[in-house]
Nanobody
Framework: QVQVVESGGGLVQAGGSLRLSCTVSGVDSSSITYMGWYRQAPGAQRELVVMRARAGAYQYGDSVKDRFTFSRDNSGNTMYLQMSSLKPEDTAVYLC?????????WGQGTQVTVAS
């Protein structure tokens, strides 16, 4: 059974930084074709934050480019989102996702709140 668990959310002041973590278990990292982060603010659509393809290409959302950075550990099953220069509009539930050829596996999300 595949499990996706995020952690690291919280309350931060505008201009601050936060690092989110996401661990994917129950699947070999070689089976993951894409992995990354989305976010969803209240009343808004889910928005791409960053997606990494297995081959190494990245796609960042326009609103987070140059402020957020994706990384992962050597196992390929844990990913991180380093967020800097946070703005109140970054407030959202951040969800990580791991896509395989058969399924998309989502975490429950972690709340990030940026106070002005």
């Amino acid at each position: 059974q595949v499990q996706v668990v995020e952690s690291g959310g919280g309350l931060v002041q505008a201009g601050g930084s936060l690092r989110l973590s996401c661990t994917v278990s129950g699947v070999d990292s070689s089976s993951i074709t894409y992995m990354g982060w989305y976010r969803q603010a209240p009343g808004a659509q889910r928005e791409l934050v960053v997606m990494r393809a297995r081959a190494g290409a990245y796609q960042y959302g326009d609103s987070v480019k140059d402020r957020f950075t994706f990384s992962r550990d050597n196992s390929g099953n844990t990913m991180y989102l380093q967020m800097s220069s946070l703005k109140p509009e970054d407030t959202a539930v951040y969800l990580c996702v791991a896509h395989t050829r058969r399924n998309s596996h989502w975490g429950q999300g972690t709340q990030v709140t940026v106070a002005s």
